[in-house]
């Protein structure tokens, strides 16, 4: 059964991200509900809609190669998918969660990106022009939800840090390390939540300090 050149581990690859697709069609309404972020949630809403399309264009690919669309199951992507879900049962809705269902969109992309980078080069390997456009396509489109996400994250990381320093003096310091992760992932202009939020300093931000800014809510 193991793919023995590459025309045939570009199948086996592309049976992986199929199954991985449909896995997150039933995965983002939950974490849309989830969310309590109007912008964050309404992210999620337009990615599954995307997330469909995406299965369609599998689904030509598939049909471009003569073979039936058929998934093999993603491993991987269920284990994103569990961990996100741990998430949302252990955190109250509220900023927090919203970062940690951030932090948890971009691992699902970031895979992605790898899958859709990785089976646009083997098509163009092997010779599969149209197949490399249509998962060249939904490449580009795994990127964009990854920089959108980075962008949302420069708000609700602060709201997030903010959230752990109202109640409890102890045990922020862990929130707000865990928080901030999602706004840097994938981002390469700089201007991803930490730079763009005034200048306190990361190590000793105060309290008060951006509050006008964490507080548009
Ligand atoms: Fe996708
Ligand atoms: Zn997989
Ligand atoms: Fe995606």
Do not use: W
């Not at 793919?3 to 309404?29: C, G, S, W």
Request: hydrophobic share 30%.
């Amino acid at each position: 059964m193991a793919a023995e050149n590459l025309h045939e581990l570009f199948v086996d690859e592309l049976k992986d991200i199929y199954d991985a697709e449909k896995q997150l069609t039933k995965a983002l309404p939950k974490m849309a509900k989830a969310a309590e972020s109007e912008e964050l949630r309404a992210g999620f809403e337009e990615h599954l809609e995307i997330t469909r399309m995406q299965v369609n264009r599998l689904e030509e690919v598939f049909k471009s190669l003569g073979i039936a669309a058929r998934g093999k199951p993603c491993e991987g992507m269920k284990g994103l998918i569990e961990e996100g879900q741990e998430m949302m049962q252990e955190l109250e809705k509220g900023p927090t969660l919203d970062a940690a269902l951030i932090a948890s969109a971009q691992k699902v992309e970031h895979y992605e990106i790898a899958s859709y980078g990785t089976l646009a080069t083997f098509a163009e390997i092997l010779g599969m022009q149209d197949a490399k456009d249509l998962l060249g396509q939904t490449l580009e489109e795994e990127k964009e939800a990854d920089e959108r996400l980075t962008q949302v994250a420069g708000q609700i990381n602060f709201e997030a840090e903010a959230e752990g320093g109202e109640e409890e003096g102890e045990g922020e310091e862990q929130e707000s390390g865990m928080a901030s992760a999602g706004s840097r992932s994938g981002s390469s202009r700089g201007s991803s939540g930490g730079s763009s939020s005034g200048g306190s300093s990361s190590g000793s931000r105060g309290k008060s300090n951006g509050s006008s800014r964490t507080k548009k809510r």
